[in-house]
T-cell receptor
Framework: GAVVSQHPSWVICKSGTSVKIECRSL??????MFWYRQFPKQSLMLMAT?????????EQGVEKDKFLINHASLTLSTLTVTSAHPEDSSFYIC????????????FGPGTRLTVL | QKEVEQNSGPLSVPEGAIASLNCTYS??????FFWYRQYSGKSPELIMF????GDKEDGRFTAQLNKASQYVSLLIRDSQPSDSATYLC?????????????FGAGTRLFVKA
């Protein structure tokens, strides 16, 4: 299967700081990146979709100024949680998509964010 | 009506039994169907995909697709406690400019030792 990495795997930060999460597709070119958030015992929630070189499209209720997404290359996308607060504590997961519908089916391992 | 529906469970089965997980979808033009397993605290892991009507077997897992009835199911034979997880159904269909993947909310499976 496709190889997707995320860094960091977990992070703890103080309220008010910003946290950057990286997602890399290691063996295919990700023309599109999906970012999800998952709270404990809840289902995946799609936050935004980004296409390489373009602005991201955010789902309803997701603040684009708070969750900054950059997809500057075909192998790397970043999600920055700005001025994080405890309610932003969650599991953030990326899912890259290439030209094939098959290789879009692999998720990154996720990043656990805890905001104190 | 949700685009992809799954019973949230939990579905509880004894060890060694067959676990049957079901998923229905609303877009009749959907083309590809995927099952994921998600352990607590981990990201979803792809376990099977199916494109054509009928059954597809892989080890203890069998995916069943019925496009006329718009459902896809996953059977787990000889269930093990290690199969206890949330199972997500994903459906891919074409839309303008490409295709989209819709995920169900998942069914929690608990296999009792």
């Amino acid at each position: 299967g496709a190889v997707v990495s995320q860094h960091p795997s977990w992070v703890i930060c103080k309220s008010g700081t910003s946290v950057k999460i990286e997602c890399r597709s290691l063996d295919f070119q990700a023309t599109t990146m999906f970012w999800y958030r998952q709270f404990p015992k809840q289902s995946l929630m799609l936050m935004a979709t980004s296409n390489e070189g373009s602005k991201a499209t955010y789902e309803q209720g997701v603040e684009k100024d708070k969750f900054l997404i950059n997809h500057a290359s075909l192998t790397l996308s970043t999600l920055t949680v700005t001025s994080a607060h405890p309610e932003d504590s969650s599991f953030y997961i990326c899912r890259p998509r290439g030209q094939s519908s098959y290789n879009e089916q692999f998720f990154g391992p996720g990043t656990r964010l805890t905001v104190l | 009506q949700k685009e992809v529906e799954q019973n949230s469970g939990p579905l509880s089965v004894p060890e060694g039994a067959i676990a049957s997980l079901n998923c229905t979808y609303s877009d009749r033009g959907s083309q590809s169907f995927f099952w994921y397993r998600q352990y607590s605290g981990k990201s979803p892991e792809l376990i099977m995909f199916i494109y054509s009507n009928g059954d597809k077997e892989d080890g203890r897992f069998t995916a069943q697709l019925n496009k006329a009835s718009q459902y896809v199911s996953l059977l787990i034979r000889d269930s093990q406690p290690s199969d206890s997880a949330t199972y997500l159904c994903a459906v891919v269909s074409s839309n303008t400019g490409g295709f989209k993947t819709i995920f169900g909310a998942g069914t929690r499976l608990f296999v009792k030792a």
